[in-house]
């Protein structure tokens, strides 16, 4: 069974300044909630068909090979994950304005079936809470500080 988490944020930040940011692995530990290690695992580090290795911790360990399936610069960046920790994320940006970008982002996750699968949705809950504020506060602080400097 899948757990879907949207997140919906507006950030003071032109639409490829924001895209950007995003897109670039290097970042994503400074504002995604967890994440321990978000590396390249060949050569091609950007875009369609970039594949990384991720390990983070929402409560629990998790480790996960993701693949970027989907790639339209300003538009859309869509990860599958291909080995691992079952989950898949799209995150759309949307121009509202010269200098502001809607972000939405809608994550999906399957747990294990059975005891474990619940027991682990027990102790990922509150984390994946935790994590969609804090996704939310850091994407567009740390944007909005970019983009005032």
Do not use: C
């Not at 995003?22 to 390249?40: C, L, N, S």
């Not at 960046?77 to 920790?85: A, C, H, L, T």
């Not at 079952?86 to 059975?114: C, M």
């Not at 809950?125 to 944007?143: C, G, M, R, T, Y």
């Amino acid at each position: 069974m899948a757990t879907d988490v949207d997140i919906i944020e507006t950030v003071n930040a032109p639409l490829d300044v924001t895209f950007a940011y995003v897109a670039d692995y290097r970042t994503i530990p400074e504002w995604m909630f967890g994440v321990k290690k978000f590396e390249p695992v060949t050569d091609k580090d950007y875009g369609q068909g970039s594949v990384f290795d991720v390990s983070l911790s929402l409560g629990v360990p998790i480790n996960t090979r993701i693949e970027t399936v989907e790639f339209e610069e300003d538009k859309v960046i869509g990860m599958d994950s291909v080995k691992g920790f079952k989950a898949k994320s799209r995150w759309y940006f949307e121009a509202d304005g010269p200098d502001r970008t809607k972000v939405t982002a809608k994550v999906s996750y399957e747990l294990p079936f059975g005891p474990a699968g619940r027991g682990m949705g027990k102790i990922m809950q509150p984390f994946v809470k935790q994590a969609v504020n804090h996704i939310s506060q850091h994407l567009k602080a740390n944007l909005e500080n970019r983009t005032t400097r």
